[in-house]
């Protein structure tokens, strides 16, 4: 038996954000993995330990921005 006893954090996308903040200095996001985390969590966190040590992530990650949600109607459910 499986059982999960956690919060669904998901995007209205259903694709997490990877990047900087945009509002605040030195901040960075990582979240919305819908339980997808516990797989993706150490590649993350490499392309994260990247982008704040060396300013360039070590993965591409300019599809998952916190800017995509900005302003009305920015994001649409895909399918």
Do not use: C
Request: charge should be negative; hydrophobic fraction near 50%.
């Amino acid at each position: 038996m499986r059982a999960w006893a956690g919060i669904e954090a998901r995007m209205p996308d259903d694709i997490p954000v990877i990047g900087p903040s945009l509002e605040v200095e030195a901040a960075y996001h990582a979240f919305g993995f819908s339980a997808h985390g516990f797989q993706l969590g150490p590649i993350v966190g490499s392309s994260l330990a990247a982008l704040i040590t060396t300013g360039a992530s070590n993965l591409p990650i300019e599809a998952f921005p916190i800017g995509r949600f900005r302003g009305a109607g920015a994001v649409a459910k895909a399918g």
